[in-house]
């Protein structure tokens, strides 16, 4: 089984608002990621959690912030964002935080008015 | 810096191969990707080859790799109607990160 999940599947919020993004995973994998994805365009890396601990913070604004409760869980809280961060949101998962291939969930398509 | 190409669309009949291209920089990269993308879905990741193999086949698809010039195909063979959707190829960034540095995508049209 390489099924990562995430929820919701879709979310409009406007820009005052402050909601989170679920993503899980249970091939006890120890790497994590968030990814953007805007259309038409590949994904961009916006954080890594290696072990639970966020390694890698892809210069992301403060408005997007990660939390990775335990090894399958991980999470996006949103805050005050901006049109412009309207995107796909994916979330993917990986054995190790390197070398090993990442497998990626469904996607949160999200909308900010 | 690591960069990551491929033409941005194919065309292909159904019943005929399909192959996508793309090129790299990092020749330190140990695996590349291939991920297929349906609109309004996730990456699904299809298949990848170790950089010390120079081919690698799974049912319908070939991997061909040349590490001399950075250049990675895949190819599909008896492409079907459900096989259109956009093809990503990816390298994992150097630092061992994890960070994928992926290419523009193809977009493969399946015509009847």
């Known amino acids: 089984d390489t099924e990562v999940t995430q929820t919701p599947k879709h979310l409009v919020m406007g820009m005052t608002n402050k909601k989170s993004l679920k993503c899980e995973q249970h091939?006890?994998?120890?790497?994590m990621y968030w990814y953007k994805q805007k259309a038409k365009k590949p994904p961009e890396l916006m954080f890594v959690?290696?072990?639970?601990?966020?390694?890698i913070n892809e210069s992301v604004p403060s408005r997007f912030s990660p939390e990775c409760p335990n090894s399958s869980l991980l999470n996006l809280h949103l805050h005050a964002l901006q049109p412009e961060d309207s995107a796909l949101y994916l979330c993917?998962?990986?054995?190790?935080?390197?070398?090993?291939?990442?497998?990626f969930g469904p996607g949160t398509r999200l909308t900010v008015t | 810096g690591e960069d990551v190409e491929q033409s941005l669309f194919l065309s292909v009949r159904e019943g005929d191969s399909s192959v996508i291209n793309c090129t790299y920089t990092?020749?330190?990269?140990?695996?590349l990707y291939w991920y297929k993308q349906e609109p309004g879905a996730g990456l699904q990741l299809l298949t990848y080859?170790?950089?010390?193999?120079d081919m690698k086949q799974d049912q319908r698809l070939t991997v061909l790799l040349n590490k001399k010039d950075k250049h990675l195909s895949l190819r599909i063979a008896d492409t079907q109607t459900g096989d259109s959707a956009i093809y990503f190829c990816?390298?994992?960034?150097?630092?061992?990160?994890?960070?994928?540095?992926f290419g523009q995508g193809t977009t493969l049209q399946v015509k009847p």
């Open positions: 993917a998962s990986s054995q190790e935080p390197s070398g090993y291939e990442q497998y």
């Open positions: 091939m006890g994998h120890r790497a």
């Open positions: 959690y290696s072990y639970e601990k966020l390694s």
């Open positions: 990816a390298e994992e960034g150097s630092g061992n990160t994890g960070k994928l540095i």
């Open positions: 990092d020749s330190s990269s140990t695996y």
């Open positions: 080859i170790f950089s010390n193999m």
